[in-house]
């Protein structure tokens, strides 16, 4: 039985192949479009702390964010936005080691 492999571009990165259904629910929440953007430039994976006090810096238009709003933001990626991510194959999140790391090129998106 032979396995049928992703897509990849001519550097051989993998294209993440999303449906329409499933890109429209990746997009939908501008949280995870903010995580997206965070992450699209990272080869290293990154600590939830770390993502959730820039996403919160971005949603309140702050440099440095309050402790409750990057608790508040860290709470939603961890129960919502980074398991429905993850789902997607879009990115690998380690919730025991609270990490997040971006599979392949996101800036490779593409629709079916």
Known sequence: MSQSTPPTTDDDRAVI???ADERH????AERRRVVLEA???R???????D??????ARE??????????TER??????????P?????????????????EAVDDLALLQSS
Do not use: C, I, K, Q
């Open 39 to 41: 992450l699209v430039d």
């Open 73 to 82: 933001v860290a709470v939603s990626l961890h129960h919502v936005h980074l």
């Open 17 to 19: 192949d999303l449906s």
């Open 51 to 56: 993502l959730a006090e820039w996403v919160a």
């Open 43 to 49: 080869e290293e994976p990154v600590a939830l702390v």
């Open 84 to 100: 429905r991510m993850a789902d997607l194959n879009v990115l690998d999140y380690d919730a025991a080691a609270n990490r997040v």
């Open 25 to 28: 629910d990746l997009l939908a």
């Open 60 to 69: 309140t238009d702050a440099a440095t964010p309050g402790e409750d709003a």
